[in-house]
């Protein structure tokens, strides 16, 4: 990454003193799994919930392994490394940055600051729905302006919306559709939304920013840095490997990161997730290569429901919406019947399924037995939620799913 001054033997200098010794205890744990593995959670390929198939990182993994070590400590100078890391890449000082478990709490957090039942929340349909949900719990009016038909933000509309709001939530690139808006654009919408809505704070949701190569794509974070109206968000269960270490963070003007803290998780995050997301952040050759293999592999998920006669969104992420051109929901419980976990539908886009990008070996299977899938009749509707062996069943996944990835 561009810009950071720390190095990644400053950042482990601080996490790996203990390494040494907890390698030789742990032997071989230190390997990473292989990038081309089929890798499957109670036998059944995760590709719905738009995790990293290929977990940690090198250094990331290390430095969990060697972060057990601390597990006795309140967690200290760690969380010092990861926030000079931050601010170092970011050009902020400290109290610009907010941390959480995970940025959704950082979402939620921003809608029940801002929004009220006088202030409304604009959002997109579909989009991902955390604030949406929080809403509820505010009162506001929920304004969820459909995409355009590309899957991309519709940012005129959202702005037609607008007036009087409390909140304008940006998912950039979306989750579901997988679509970017160029930086020019948004920065354009911020201008104008000063004179719809000049109290109206705009969240930018960056989970899939690493990602990102569409031209024109790039951060928000200069305009939070110019406009405390602006906050951006950023993971790092995404590209980075960590869904299930809860890590995230906003970048914020401090009165604007002030009025989340009320809402926000009070609490701090283990050692070893900081250490790993500290390692994580500096191994650029690592993220390089991530993000390298999962252009290829979506590349080729694309090519092969396209060649099959699908329409496939734009994608600038680790995930492809197609347009199956049957119900979603009843499809995805087909392929939950295979033993391949898709992901939940997302209503108006309701013949469109979305799709996590895994390994290649695992899309190397997935793509064709969905694809076989499709060539089957739909199913009766009395069949839709019946699980495996014809027994009704939730799957595990069911519930991570409705909780929204």
């Not at 991902?128 to 005129?156: I, K, Q, Y």
């Not at 702005?159 to 920065?187: H, I, S």
Request: contains cysteine; neutral net charge; aromatic residues 6%.
């Amino acid at each position: 990454m561009a810009g950071d001054r720390l190095s990644r033997r400053d950042v482990l200098g601080g996490l790996m003193s203990a390494a040494a010794v907890g390698a030789a205890v742990r032997g071989t744990a230190l390997a990473s799994p292989a990038a081309d593995d089929v890798r499957r959670s109670a036998g059944v390929l995760r590709l719905g919930s738009n995790e990293n198939a290929t977990g940690l990182g090198p250094a990331a993994r290390a430095a969990f392994l060697a972060a057990v070590d601390e597990a006795n400590r309140y967690p200290g100078g760690v969380w010092s490394t990861l926030v000079d890391a931050l601010t170092s890449h970011h050009h902020v000082d400290r109290s610009w940055i907010h941390m959480t478990p995970g940025s959704g709490a950082l979402l939620s957090a921003a809608t029940l600051a801002f929004t009220s039942a006088s202030r409304p929340l604009i959002t997109a349909a579909p989009t991902f729905e955390a604030p949406t949900r929080a809403a509820s719990r505010t009162g506001a009016t929920v304004h969820a302006v459909p995409v355009a038909a590309d899957g991309r933000l519709d940012l005129d509309a959202m702005l037609a919306k607008a007036a009087g709001a409390g909140l304008v939530y940006v998912c950039n690139p979306n989750n579901p559709t997988g679509g970017g808006v160029p930086g020019t654009a948004l920065t354009a919408f911020v201008e104008r939304l000063k004179t719809v809505a000049p109290d109206a704070r705009v969240l930018v949701d960056e989970a899939y920013f690493e990602y990102a190569d569409e031209p024109g794509y790039a951060t928000a974070v200069p305009l939070a840095v110019a406009d405390h109206r602006v906050l951006v968000t950023r993971t790092f269960s995404k590209v980075f490997g960590m869904a299930g270490l809860r890590v995230g963070y906003a970048i914020a003007h401090p009165d604007t990161l002030a009025a989340l803290e009320p809402h926000a998780p009070d609490g701090t995050l283990s050692n070893a997730s900081l250490a790993a997301a500290a390692a994580a952040f500096t191994d650029t050759a690592h993220i390089t290569a991530e993000c390298a293999r999962n252009r290829a592999v979506r590349q080729f998920t694309r090519e092969r429901f396209e060649a099959a006669g699908y329409r496939v969104l734009p994608s600038a992420a680790n995930f492809v919406m197609v347009d199956i051109r049957r119900d979603a929901g009843s499809f995805g419980w087909e392929c939950r019947r295979q033993r391949i976990a898709v992901a939940r539908p997302f209503p108006p886009l309701t013949t469109c399924m979305r799709l996590t990008i895994g390994t290649q070996a695992e899309m190397d299977e997935a793509v064709p037995a969905i694809l076989a899938l499709l060539k089957s009749p739909a199913p009766a509707s009395a069949r839709l939620r019946q699980g495996y062996g014809g027994q009704a069943t939730s799957l595990p996944f069911d519930r991570l799913d409705r909780a929204g990835c």
